[in-house]
C-alpha cells in the first residue's frame, strides 16, 4: 500500500513502529523533547517568539493557526533541514466540517441519521486538507450538547449518546480512513474531553458539574466510540469539570482514557488551557501548571508557552521524571512515524487546487445537505412547490449570505464561496420572476471572539434604526408583489460556535416581526431556516404552513435548498436535538428521568405555570412528502437472562405516493433496577429508502452493551434483572410498544 502522497514507502507494523520511535527518541535532548510537546500558533494575533525561531531551535513539534502551503513548507524545511533533531513538524488546523468544499456542520450531518454522510464528508475534507499540507485536524467534536443556548452546539452530534457514537466513529474513520497514515487522510482529534457541552446555564467555558454516570453513560460514549475506531488524538477540554480542570484531570486523561479504554494517541491541550490552569485557580503559578498538566496525562501543550518555560527545569530539579515526558515524546513521535512524515515532509504546492476541482466534491457536499435537511412543518401539503410557479419572493438577509450559508469555523484565511439559498432557487428556475429583499440586517449584541481575533475589512458599518426600518419596508413591499414567498430566516455564522452562546432561542433581530408582516399579506409562505442551533420558532409553528430546518449547510446549500423545496428530493432528516419553546426551557432532552408524580397526571401537567415546557419538536422528529406505516413490532424473546441479545424487528412502509426515507428508530426503558433510569434511551436506528407501497423490515439487536449502565449507587457498571418497555416508531414519542424481561 502508497504511504501518503505517494511516497511508496510501505505500511509499518506496531513494532516497526516503536522501534523507530525509540531509535529518534534515544537521539534527543531534554530540550528537544520538551519542542516535540510544544504546538506554537503560526499566526499574528499569537504574542510570543517567531515561529520560525522556535522551530529553528527544536522548540516546536507542531504548528496551528497557519492555513498556507507555502508557509508550511518553509517552516518544514526549518524544521528537517537547520533544527538539531531533524523531526517534521505536524501541522494542524480545524477543518470541522470541510476544507474548501463545506459540508453542512456536524449538528446538521447528524441530522441525517446515516453515519456514511458524515464519513464522506470528513474524507473529503482530510483529502483536500492534506492536499494543503495539513496533517492533523481538530475534530470531530463530540460533546454530547442538551442546552440549545451553547453555542458549539453546533459543532457536535446533538443531545443523544447513542447516535453521537455512531457520528463519532464514523467522522474518524472520514478523517483517517482504515489506519492512521492511510494516503490521503490526516489524524483526527476527539475533542472536547469531557463534558464541555454541560456548562452551567449553558455560557461557554463555564464550569461543569456532572456526576460520574452522566460522564459514563451519556457524555462519554462518543469519546469511546473515537477510540475504538482507532483516533490517533484527543484534545482536553477548557473547563473546571467537578472541581478540577479538563486540561489537569488525571481520571479523565490517564484512568479513563488510558487505563480503562487503551487509548494509545496523544493528548493535546485546548488552546491556551495549560496556562490558563492558573487563571482558573487550579495551579499556583506557570510552573504549577505545567507539572500538573503532564503529570495528569496531557502530552502537547497548544500555545500556552508553559511546557517549554518550566518542564526542563521541572525535570532538572526532580519534580517530573525524565520517563513522564518521554511516554509523551512517543505518543507524538509515533504518529508523525505513521504520518509518513519522515519520507515526505513536504505539500506539493500545486496539489490543492487539482484536489478541489473535483466534482465528486461539490456533488459529495450536495448531497450531504440534501440527506441533512428536516421538514418541520408541511400543512395542506404546500411543499415541494411546483417548478412552473412565476412569480416568487425571496426574503431575508441570510438568503443571500454565504458566510450564513457555509457556517461556523470558517476562519483562518477561507473565503465563503457557497451557492445561497437565493442563488439556488435562481438556477433551479431560470425562467420565474425571483424577486429578493434582505430586510433588516441581524446582529450579535457583542462581537464574536472570531470577529476581534481575525476582523472582516469589508464588513459594513451597523445598519441604524432608520436603514433598517427602510429595508423593512422594503423586504414587505417585495413580498407583496409575489404569488408566493420564501423567508429565510435563522442565524449568521458568528451566532453559534465557539464563545456564541445565547440566553434567548428567538430569532434574532426583527426577524420574527418581518416573518409576522409577510404571513399578514395573506400569500403563502415558506419558511426555511439557516442556523446552527434549535431555535425557539413557536409563532412559526402554528402560523407559517411550510418550515424546512436547512441549518448551516455548506457550500452547495443554495442548491440543496432548491432541490428540497422544488421535490427533487424528499427530505428525509430528523432531530438530533429537542427545539425547545423557549431558551428559558433548555436544557431540555427527551431522555430525562421520570418523575414521582406520574407523566401526564393533573399534578404533573404543566411543569411551569407559565407556558408548557414540552418540546415544540421532539429528538427524532422529522416529515416527508410522503408518508409511512410502522407496525408489527416483536421480540425474538419476552424473557431473557444477563448477557445474552435479543432482537427487534418491526415493518416499516411507504403508504404515500412518492419515495422517500423514514428513519425508525428503537426506544428502550428499564422499568426498575440498581438506578432509576431514562424514560426513553435511542439503543437503535436506521435510514431506509422506500418506493411508494415498499416494506421493509427493520432489526436492531439489544445485547448488554446496550443494556448495561454506569450505576451510582453501585459504583459500578451493572445489567439489572429488569422489565423493559420497547417503542419503535418515528422519533422520540414512538407509541408502538413491545417489552420484555430479563433475568438473572
Ligand atoms: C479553541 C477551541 O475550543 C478548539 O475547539 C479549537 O480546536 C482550538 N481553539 C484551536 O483552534
Redesign the pocket.
Known amino acids: 500500500m502508497e504511504n501518503p502522497n505517494g511516497t511508496g514507502a510501505k505500511v509499518l507494523t506496531n513494532a516497526e513502529v516503536e522501534a523507530r520511535v525509540e531509535v529518534i527518541l534515544a537521539g534527543l535532548s531534554l530540550s528537544e523533547k520538551v519542542g516535540q510537546l510544544t504546538q506554537v500558533g503560526g499566526t499574528t494575533f499569537i504574542e510570543g517568539p517567531k515561529p520560525e525561531d522556535v522551530i529553528r531551535r527544536g522548540g516546536a513539534g507542531s504548528v496551528?493557526?497557519l492555513n498556507d502551503t507555502q508557509k508550511f513548507n518553509a517552516l518544514q524545511r526549518i524544521a528537517v533541514e537547520e533544527s538539531p533533531s531533524g523531526i517534521p513538524l505536524l501541522f494542524?488546523?480545524?477543518v470541522i466540517h470541510g476544507y474548501r468544499t463545506i459540508f453542512p456542520v456536524p449538528l446538521a450531518m447528524a441530522a441525517s441519521w446515516d453515519p456514511t454522510v458524515p464519513e464522506r464528508a470528513q474524507a473529503v475534507a482530510a483529502k483536500e486538507a492534506r492536499a494543503a499540507g495539513l496533517h492533523w485536524t481538530?475534530?470531530p467534536?463530540l460533546d454530547i450538547a442538551r442546552d440549545a443556548r451553547w453555542g458549539?452546539i453546533v459543532?457536535g452530534a446533538g443531545e443523544d449518546p447513542h447516535l453521537g457514537a455512531a457520528m463519532a466513529a464514523a467522522q474518524v474513520r472520514g478523517f483517517q480512513g482504515d489506519r492512521l497514515g492511510a494516503p490521503d487522510r490526516v489524524v483526527a482529534?476527539a475533542?472536547?474531553f469531557a463534558g464541555y457541552g454541560a456548562s452551567d446555564g449553558g455560557r461557554d467555558y463555564d464550569p461543569v458539574y456532572l456526576p460520574e454516570g452522566l460522564l459514563r453513560n451519556v457524555y462519554f460514549p462518543p469519546f469511546h466510540a473515537a477510540v475504538e475506531a482507532g483516533v490517533g488524538t484527543f484534545?482536553s477540554a477548557?473547563m473546571d469539570l467537578n472541581d478540577v480542570p479538563a486540561s489537569g484531570n488525571r481520571w479523565l486523561l490517564r484512568d479513563v482514557l488510558r487505563g480503562e479504554w487503551g487509548f494509545k494517541g496523544f493528548v493535546v491541550s485546548?488552546?491556551l488551557a495549560v496556562g490558563n490552569l492558573v487563571t482558573q485557580g487550579f495551579a499556583r503559578d506557570r510552573r504549577d501548571a505545567a507539572f500538573r498538566a503532564l503529570s495528569a496525562g496531557l502530552d502537547m501543550d497548544?500555545a500556552s508557552n508553559t511546557y517549554p518555560e518550566h518542564l526542563e527545569e521541572l525535570v532538572d530539579s526532580g519534580a517530573l521524571s525524565v520517563e513522564l515526558i518521554d511516554d509523551a515524546v512517543r505518543a507524538i513521535l509515533a504518529v508523525k512515524v505513521r504520518m509518513g512524515l519522515f519520507e515526505q515532509p513536504y505539500a506539493d504546492e500545486g496539489l490543492l487546487e487539482q484536489v478541489v476541482a473535483s466534482p465528486e466534491h461539490r456533488t459529495a457536499a450536495r448531497l450531504a445537505a440534501q440527506r441533512s435537511m428536516v421538514l418541520l412543518r408541511n400543512e395542506g401539503a404546500l411543499l415541494p412547490l411546483d417548478k412552473g410557479i412565476k412569480n416568487l419572493a425571496v426574503i431575508g438577509t441570510l438568503a443571500n449570505s454565504k458566510s450564513a450559508t457555509e457556517g461556523s469555523w470558517m476562519v483562518f484565511g477561507h473565503i465563503p464561496a457557497a451557492v445561497t439559498v437565493l442563488e439556488g432557487i435562481r438556477a433551479k428556475l431560470p425562467d420565474a420572476t425571483i424577486t429578493y429583499a434582505p430586510g433588516p440586517e441581524i446582529e450579535r449584541e457583542f462581537p464574536s471572539m472570531f470577529d476581534i481575533l481575525m476582523p472582516d475589512p469589508n464588513k459594513p458599518a451597523p445598519q441604524t434604526p432608520e436603514q433598517a426600518e427602510v429595508a423593512f419596508q422594503q423586504a414587505v413591499d417585495t413580498a407583496r408583489g409575489a404569488d408566493l414567498v420564501v423567508m429565510v430566516l435563522g442565524e449568521h455564522a458568528n451566532m453559534s460556535g465557539?464563545a456564541a452562546s445565547r440566553a434567548s432561542l428567538d430569532l434574532p433581530g426583527r426577524q420574527e416581526e418581518l416573518l409576522k408582516a409577510v404571513v399578514a399579506l395573506g400569500k403563502p409562505v415558506v419558511l426555511v431556516l439557516l442556523n446552527g442551533r434549535p431555535l425557539s420558532i413557536t409563532w412559526a409553528a402554528e402560523n407559517v404552513p411550510a418550515i424546512v430546518e436547512a441549518w448551516e449547510p455548506g457550500t452547495e446549500g443554495g442548491h440543496a435548498v432548491a432541490d428540497i423545496l422544488f421535490g427533487d428530493v424528499n427530505p428525509g432528516g430528523k432531530l438530533p436535538v429537542t427545539f425547545p419553546r423557549k431558551g428559558s426551557h433548555a436544557p431540555l432532552y427527551y431522555a430525562r428521568n421520570l418523575t414521582h408524580s406520574p407523566e401526564g397526571s393533573r399534578a404533573y401537567n404543566p411543569r411551569y405555570w407559565d407556558g408548557l415546557p414540552t418540546p415544540l419538536y421532539p429528538f427524532g422528529f422529522g416529515l416527508s412528502y410522503t408518508t409511512f406505516e410502522i407496525a408489527n413490532v416483536s421480540v425474538s424473546t419476552a424473557r431473557m437472562k444477563v448477557g445474552e441479545t435479543l432482537t427487534v424487528t418491526a415493518d416499516v412502509t411507504n403508504t404515500g405516493r412518492v419515495a422517500g426515507d423514514e428513519v425508525v428508530q428503537l426506544y428502550i426503558h428499564q422499568r426498575a433496577g440498581s438506578d432509576t433510569r431514562p424514560m426513553r434511551e435511542l439503543k437503535g436506528f436506521e435510514r431506509v429508502t422506500l418506493q411508494p407501497g415498499e416494506t421493509r423490515t427493520v432489526t436492531f439487536q439489544l445485547g448488554p452493551s446496550a443494556l448495561r449502565y454506569w450505576s451510582t449507587s453501585r459504583g459500578a457498571w451493572v445489567q439489572d434483572a429488569a422489565e423493559f418497555d420497547i417503542w419503535v416508531g418515528s422519533d422520540s414519542l414512538a407509541t408502538l410498544h413491545a417489552e420484555f424481561r430479563v433475568e438473572s
Open positions: 496551528l493557526w494542524a488546523l480545524d481538530f475534530g467534536m458549539r459543532e482529534c475533542k472536547h484534545m477548557y485546548d488552546a497548544m465557539e
